[in-house]
């Protein structure tokens, strides 16, 4: 049984969106690896731009305007 975790961050992704994710992740993993649809699981993790930090800095700090 694949398990999939996609993390993103929480800025307005929208049900449709997450639905088209969750559909084409598992055709994809049906079509490359002939894992069966039923059986896969896929999960969206929508994170706070204040817990998401790259280059060591928060995702918040870094769209400032201004920067």
Known sequence: M???????TREGATAAQKRELIQGVTQ???RVLGK??????????????????????????RRAPGR
């Open 2 to 8: 694949p398990y999939v975790n996609i993390k993103i």
């Open 28 to 30: 994809l993993l049906q």
């Open 36 to 61: 069966n649809p039923a059986t896969t699981v896929v999960v969206i993790d929508e994170v706070d731009t204040d817990n998401w930090g790259i280059g060591g800095e928060t995702v918040t700090d």
